[in-house]
């Protein structure tokens, strides 16, 4: 069984079919909210009118159309804007056709997702081992662009399973589940700016573009930590996307899981019986993990230069075996202190620690090794907590080497950051 990877070749696909009208299903759609009463029969016939020059046949059917309607409350006229700003990003996108893009090797071997199986209503099943996922080498090794085109491109296929469930099973089906495993989820998934932008952005698209298109979402072995990511993508969840999120800690999802899915349809990891032809019970069927830096996009120095010229970045040389800490006084809870830093040529160590008493102090960001003579390191931490904030930036590991660093680290205080 393989679990991870979209290996199906790309086909033309709809909801419910291609003929020249609009197809009735013999059977209720998937989903607790799909259920037709005589006012949503009502807005989608007046919705329906709306649309009918601009959404092709086979997506005009009343489940397709109520998924939109939903997303807006069953106000028509902004189910009408919403569907037309969609199509106009498909275009942009590709979206139809992305299922034939020839996606980067970096992304297909270490992108964390997979289709496992199917519910018991039919719906496809996505497992994302999240808690894994190396986002800094994804994200340093492939434009940001290519990322998101091959996250529409893991959505596009989920609607693709869909039409073919549909096809098999005779009645609609338009959701699809998914399990996100975070194990091993740790700050370092939280802190990294980049990471974080591109997780929000991806938020956004899938709200505006995939209405309805979530049945449930497991996240499973959920660390405290990550209730602060939770907290920063929540506003921009709809209210009904939030309803249908259930969360779990290292305990309890095996049962919850399989009230919804069958053994048979989950890898043996996650409560189910499927394996990999080699008994691997994640059935990953290629390579996961940190991602190698031989993907990586490499920094020229020009463009170094061009940045430290432009952004205004502070100039430090660290020795051979030297360290430098910068102290920044917060007097606000809930503010921001955020930092961007890159090295001419080799790693540099990097943590953040807050001054708790005379000669101790709590380490909120442990020092770790980064690549940032690779790409730009940025990030931050919601200080919970007035105090003072120590950054460190650390070369005591090198005997050989002394290392150039281009840094700039503020404090952004919480009315500064509604106005962001």
């Known amino acids: 069984m393989r679990l991870f990877g979209l290996g199906w070749e790309a086909t033309t696909f709809g909801y419910y079919g291609s003929s020249g009208s609009v197809p009735e299903p013999p059977e209720p759609a998937t989903g607790p909210d ?5 006012e949503k029969k009502e807005a989608i016939s007046r919705f329906r009118e709306r649309v009918s020059t601009v959404l092709p046949l086979d997506q005009q059917h009343d489940y397709a159309l109520l998924q939109w309607l939903t997303a807006r409350n069953f106000n028509i006229d902004k189910a009408e804007q919403m569907l037309k700003k969609s199509l106009e990003w498909r275009r942009e996108w590709g979206a139809d056709t992305v299922l034939e893009w020839e996606v980067p090797e970096v992304l297909s071997k270490y992108y964390p997702v997979g289709i496992a199986g199917h519910d018991k209503t039919g719906c496809p099943v996505w497992v994302i081992p999240y808690g894994g996922c190396d986002m800094r080498g994804l994200l340093s090794s ?16 989920s609607r693709r399973d869909m039409g073919q469930q549909t096809q098999l099973l005779g009645r609609p089906v338009a959701q699809q589940c998914c399990i996100f495993d975070l194990d091993n989820f740790s700050l370092k998934h939280v802190t990294w700016k980049p990471a974080m932008d591109v997780i929000l952005e991806l938020v956004q698209l899938y709200e505006a573009n995939y209405p309805e298109f979530l049945k449930c979402a497991y996240v499973i072995n959920a660390p405290k930590v990550f209730t602060m990511a939770y907290a920063l993508i929540k506003p921009f969840l709809h209210e009904v996307t939030l309803k249908k999120i259930k969360i779990f800690g290292t305990g309890g999802w095996k049962e919850a899981l399989l009230q919804d899915i069958d053994r ?56 051979k075996g030297g360290k430098k800490r910068l102290k920044y006084d917060v007097k606000k809870p809930g503010s921001h202190l955020r930092w961007e830093f890159r090295t001419e040529d080799f790693d540099i160590g990097f943590g953040v620690s807050r001054k708790v008493k005379k000669g101790e102090e709590e380490v909120l960001l442990p020092l770790q090794r980064v690549n940032s003579q690779l790409v730009t390191e940025e990030g931050y931490l919601v200080c919970t907590e007035p105090g003072t904030y120590v950054v460190t930036f650390d070369n005591e590991f090198s005997y050989v080497r002394s290392k150039k660093v281009l840094y700039m680290v503020s404090v952004v205080r919480p009315d500064k950051l509604t106005e962001e």
């Open 142 to 157: 492939v434009k940001k662009a290519d990322y998101i085109r091959y996250t529409i491109r893991v959505l596009e296929a």
């Open 34 to 38: 799909m259920e037709l009463t005589p």
């Open 264 to 319: 048979e349809q989950l890898p043996q990891h996650w409560g189910g019986t499927l394996t990999d032809p080699d008994g691997d019970p994640k059935c990953p069927s290629q390579a996961r993990g940190e991602v190698p830096k031989k993907y990586y996009l490499s920094l020229s120095k020009s463009n170094l230069s061009k940045l430290h010229e432009t952004d205004n970045l502070s100039s430090i040389t660290l020795g």
